[in-house]
């Protein structure tokens, strides 16, 4: 029988910044049992793929990822877990028996399913395992504070896959949040289904963000996933009265029509989504709003269609990402009628994504001149980096393009924009 520290093992991460969480677990239990880590699945003896199955385009890229890796060279263990597994688990245990090991979403038995399943005996029990980072020169991490949701929106297959709401102990997340800072991230990226949702007995997120911000060598906190429906005055007054916090709040809308947000299991409407971005850039006037909303869900007219239009005219959000409905089974909107035609849908997407492209140019632009705090994540060569404002999130926001004549690869510094090109800033050293 193969122990542990004979086999090497890589990770392939899909989907969003909460599965990444995952797999970076998956990473510090792997490593501290013994196993060692390969560069490639190609050179690995397992190959473990944290599968994404939230809508149709992420259900079918991992189903790809799973095909390259089964007809990949060499003799390798696939093992996959994560949300597409979860929700497909006989499926594809029954349609892809070459995979060695199907397992949902990430718990306490991985670790030793992985090993009865694949006939290796495990070195060592791991004790006080933390994360280990997929992509360790970052400067950032994201920090999760909770899984699940109990929101239950029409549209939506995560609280099939991932549950209720549960709030993670807070000596858990202060705990998660120093580790990464003692591994080099200067900023904190606070993730979970729904942020503003945290609650522990009496306290709520911001309490918790507090705590977190007082952890020596946390320079940035950025909030993620601010559900539209649930920030109190107390969260607007969280970002504005403590100073490590980004002037940057993501709010997913998904919409502005009433009649469609209703639909949805969703509360607001036009007026009130609008009255709330006014009244956050009231009480910060520096914040930057970035939104994602659903193009195409079953029963949007064009009227309903023409209000959000409207509403990125309006209130020109400053990032916004968009996608279109996808119909997913065992949901509330599954049934529903009045299903859009997948070509109106990808219409009114072209149509959304190029307003929102002229709104973005428009405000890029008006930053010309100004000076703006930059984390550098890549140094291109001896005089080009790469960073992101105060005000773009990895991954989903633009890139800053910094030259500098000293090395200031993974700081924080203060630069001047000199340019603006799509969604993307350029600068020098201020
Ligand atoms: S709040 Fe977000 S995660 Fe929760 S059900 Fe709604 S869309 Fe899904």
Not at 105 to 108: E, W
């Given at each position: 029988m193969l122990v542990s520290s004979d086999c090497t093992y890589h990770i392939i991460s899909l989907g969003c910044s909460k599965n990444l969480v995952d797999s970076e677990r998956i990473n510090g239990l792997m490593d501290s049992s013994g196993f060692k880590r390969a560069e490639s699945s190609d050179e690995a003896d397992i190959v473990i793929i944290n599968t994404c199955g939230f809508i149709k385009s992420a259900k079918e890229e991992s189903i790809d990822v799973i095909l390259d890796e089964l007809n990949g060279s060499g003799e390798r263990h696939i093992v996959v877990t994560g949300c597409l597994t979860e929700r497909y688990k006989d499926e594809i245990t029954r349609d892809m028996p070459e995979i060695d090991m199907v397992y949902g979403?990430?718990?306490?038995h991985f670790l030793a399913e992985l090993g009865k399943n694949l006939h290796i005996r495990i070195n060592r029990t791991p004790e006080d395992v933390s994360r280990i980072p997929l992509f360790d020169s970052l400067p950032y991490a994201y920090i999760k504070i909770s899984e699940g949701?109990?929101?239950?929106?029409?549209?939506?297959?995560i609280p099939l896959i991932r549950g209720r709401h549960n709030s993670y102990h807070p000596d858990l997340v202060l705990d998660d949040a120093k580790r990464a800072v003692a591994g080099g991230a200067i900023e904190l990226i606070i993730i979970a289904q729904d942020i503003t949702a945290y609650r522990w007995g009496d306290e709520g997120l911001p309490w918790l963000i507090n705590r977190i911000s007082e952890i020596d060598g946390v320079r940035w906190i950025r909030l993620l996933y601010c559900h539209p429906d649930h920030i109190t005055d107390d969260i607007i007054d969280l970002v504005r009265n403590n100073r490590k916090i980004v002037r940057y709040l993501d709010i997913p809308f998904q919409h502005v029509s009433g009649r469609i947000l209703q639909s949805m299991g969703r509360k607001g409407n036009f007026e009130v989504y609008h009255d709330l971005v006014k009244r956050i850039r009231g009480r910060i006037p520096e914040v930057r709003i970035r939104s994602t909303f659903m193009l195409g869900y079953p029963g949007e007219t064009e009227e309903d269609f023409g209000m959000v239009l409207d509403f990125l005219q309006k209130a020109k959000l400053d990032r916004v990402g968009g996608f279109v409905y996808s119909r997913e089974e065992n949901t509330g909107a599954y049934a529903l009628k009045g299903q859009v035609p997948e070509k109106i849908k990808k219409r009114r997407y072209r149509e959304f994504m190029e307003l929102q492209g002229r709104i973005s140019t428009e405000k890029l632009v008006m930053m010309i001149g100004s000076e703006v705090d930059v984390i550098i994540e890549e140094k291109v060569d001896e005089t080009t980096f790469l960073g992101r404002s105060e005000f773009d999130a990895p991954e989903v926001d633009g890139i800053f393009f910094l030259t500098s004549g000293r090395d200031i690869d993974k700081i924080i510094v203060r630069a001047k924009v000199t340019g603006a090109v799509d969604y993307d800033l350029m600068g020098e050293l201020a």
């Open positions: 979403v990430l718990d306490d949701c109990s929101h239950n929106c029409n549209y939506c297959s």
